[in-house]
Each structure stands twice: as structure tokens, then as C-alpha cells.
């Protein structure tokens, strides 16, 4: 029995996928498995549809015949952004109704539910914005990881390597993090401004933070990136919008103590934290209709 659903959650450097049938959610990429992420203002649409096509031909067949698509999308805040990312979407499910939502609804609907909070996405890059329950209000810009996204992984890594050239990092924990030679910075400038994809360049650098997460530097650095995204909060949101923050993201859930610490020095509480919002998003929807009862609502 083929599936009837299928809902994406689409980041700017990968994409996680649940195939729901009748008899449950089978959630995809597999431990150790990745697949591409899209970002349509910036992507390569071939690219990603492509992967994303060779591995479910691969690992779920079946998940091609879908006839309807959920994808919830970084970068389809606009109307054109999000016809391009359905248009995408559409290449690899050419019969299946798409519809296309923003990341960060995505992450609401998943977090939350039908609950309200502050909804943080912290991971390559950064989003926010205040959930009803219904309607999300985003009164902060996203400005991307060259203007913006404070706190996310590509800024982190920006300062990290800022600070190894600048010769403003303790000489052992740059030698943990790069060798004792220290990052090549022709290797560095092609990866940032000659690569495709240099956000997630420089984010893939926060995961040598992880073990040196006792390290006096280390600490102060994350602190110094969370404390620059919480002011941006307090500036944007009220005292109630922001009082209770659930996030998502790589960033938020690998430093989630720390950033718990930073959120609450500005009267901010984490509630809740998740690797990334799809099994929410499958409880969201809820379960396919059995054949001849009609579609669920979305």
C-alpha cells in the first residue's frame, strides 16, 4: 500500500522526511545517513532534488508515489521563494499536491502544537518569532549568516575562526580544534567565499566545540553569541511573548544547557528543546485517513 503523505522539514544544509502510511511514520534519513538540504533563494534546486530522489528510490520507492506533499522550508518567507521551493518539490513528486510552509511554522507546529511560545530555530543559521497557536508574528528580520543570524552555527564559527587567525584563542585549544598548525586559511577563504555553500562551512566548525565544552574559552564564546541572540529577542518581542522559548536546530540542541543559562539572564525560560521538529510535525497532522473517510486537515 503506497503512503499517503509525506512531510519534509528543509534546511538550508539538509532535509529530514517522514513516509506516512496507514500504519505509521517511517522517518528518513536513517542514523549515519544524510541528505541535502535547499534553501530557495540561494540553492541548487537540482541538487537537492536529486539526492533527495536517488535516496528514497533507494531506501522507500514507494514514498515517490505520494499524492500529497508537506514541506516545511528555510528561506520560503516570500511567495516567490516558496513557488520555487514547490516547484523543486514538485520535480521529485510531479503528481502530488505541495504545499509549502516556512521553517519556522514548521517548527511552531512541531514544538508546539496548538500551544503559544517564543519558537527559536538555532542552527546553521537562526530564526524566531511568537506562536498563538495559529499564526506566527515575526517582527525580527532574518537577515542571513552574512548580516545576521546571531547565535547560529555559521556565526559561531565566523568568531571561532576570527579568533584563531586573530591569535585571540588559547594556542591549546587551537591546536584541539586545528592541529598545531592551525586552520589553512587559503583552504578557509575558498570555503567561504568560493564554495556554494559557505553557511554551512563555517557551521560545520561548531562541532569541534562540543568536547571542549568545559573549556573557559569555549564557554565564553558560545555565552558571548547567545547573550548577542538574546538582546535581539528582548528587543523585538514582549515580556509575555518571550517568556517561555521552545527551540530546535543542531546549535540549540548541542549547547542547550548554555543557552538555557543565556535566555534566562534576560528573563527568558527554555521549555523545550528538539533536535529537529518532524516527529512533532507527524503527531501534528496526525494519522492518513483510512481509504474512502476522506483527507485529514493539515
Known amino acids: 500500500m503506497r503512503p499517503l503523505r509525506v512531510i519534509g522539514e528543509v534546511g538550508a544544509s539538509s532535509s529530514r522526511w517522514a513516509v506516512v502510511r496507514h500504519e505509521g511514520a517511517e522517518l528518513f534519513p536513517h542514523k549515519g545517513e544524510a541528505l541535502p538540504g535547499f534553501n530557495p533563494l540561494n540553492g541548487?534546486?537540482?541538487?537537492?532534488?536529486?539526492?533527495?530522489?536517488?535516496?528514497?528510490?533507494?531506501?522507500?520507492?514507494?514514498a515517490l508515489e505520494a499524492p500529497e506533499v508537506l514541506v516545511y522550508g528555510a528561506g520560503c518567507g516570500s511567495?516567490?521563494?516558496?513557488?520555487?521551493?514547490?516547484?523543486?518539490?514538485?520535480?521529485?513528486?510531479?503528481?502530488?499536491?505541495?504545499?509549502?510552509?516556512?521553517?519556522?511554522?514548521?517548527?511552531?507546529?512541531?514544538l508546539l502544537g496548538r500551544g503559544q511560545g517564543l519558537v527559536l530555530i538555532l542552527g546553521t543559521g537562526m530564526n524566531a518569532g511568537h506562536y498563538d497557536g495559529h499564526q506566527l508574528y515575526r517582527p525580527m528580520p532574518s537577515l542571513g549568516w552574512i548580516l545576521g543570524d546571531e547565535g547560529s552555527g555559521a556565526d559561531?564559527?565566523?568568531?571561532?575562526?576570527?579568533?584563531?587567525?586573530?591569535?585571540?584563542?588559547?594556542?591549546?585549544?587551537?591546536?584541539?580544534?586545528?592541529?598545531?598548525?592551525?586552520?589553512?586559511?587559503?583552504v578557509v577563504l575558498a570555503e567561504v567565499h568560493r564554495s556554494p555553500f559557505p553557511a554551512r562551512a563555517l557551521a560545520a566548525r561548531t562541532a569541534g566545540l562540543v568536547p571542549l565544552l568545559d573549556e573557559p574559552y569555549v564557554r565564553d564564546l558560545l555565552r558571548s553569541r547567545f547573550h548577542a541572540l538574546a538582546e535581539l529577542l528582548v528587543t523585538f518581542f514582549s515580556l509575555e511573548q518571550r517568556?517561555?522559548?521552545?527551540?530546535?536546530?543542531?546549535?540549540?540542541?548541542?549547547?542547550r544547557e548554555i543557552l538555557s543559562e543565556c535566555l534566562l539572564d534576560r528573563g527568558m525560560t527554555l521549555t523545550g528543546v528538539e533536535r529537529d521538529p518532524l516527529p512533532g510535525l507527524v503527531?501534528?497532522?496526525?494519522?492518513v485517513p483510512e481509504p474512502g473517510r476522506g483527507p485529514s486537515g493539515s
Do not use: C, K
Not at 541548487?44 to 514507494?62: I, Q, T, Y
Not at 564559527?157 to 594556542?171: K, S
Open 283 to 287: 503527531r501534528f497532522h496526525g494519522p
Open 44 to 62: 541548487d534546486a537540482v541538487l537537492f532534488a536529486e539526492g533527495l530522489r536517488n535516496h528514497l528510490l533507494e531506501r522507500a520507492p514507494d
Open 243 to 255: 517568556s517561555e522559548v521552545s527551540a530546535t536546530g543542531s546549535v540549540a540542541w548541542g549547547f
Open 156 to 186: 559561531i564559527g565566523r568568531t571561532l575562526l576570527q579568533d584563531a587567525f586573530y591569535r585571540r584563542m588559547p594556542v591549546d585549544i587551537g591546536e584541539q580544534l586545528f592541529g598545531p598548525e592551525g586552520p589553512d586559511l587559503d
Open 79 to 110: 511567495p516567490e521563494r516558496r513557488v520555487r521551493m514547490a516547484s523543486t518539490i514538485a520535480g521529485v513528486w510531479p503528481q502530488a499536491a505541495v504545499h509549502v510552509d516556512t521553517d519556522l511554522m514548521g517548527a511552531a507546529s512541531g
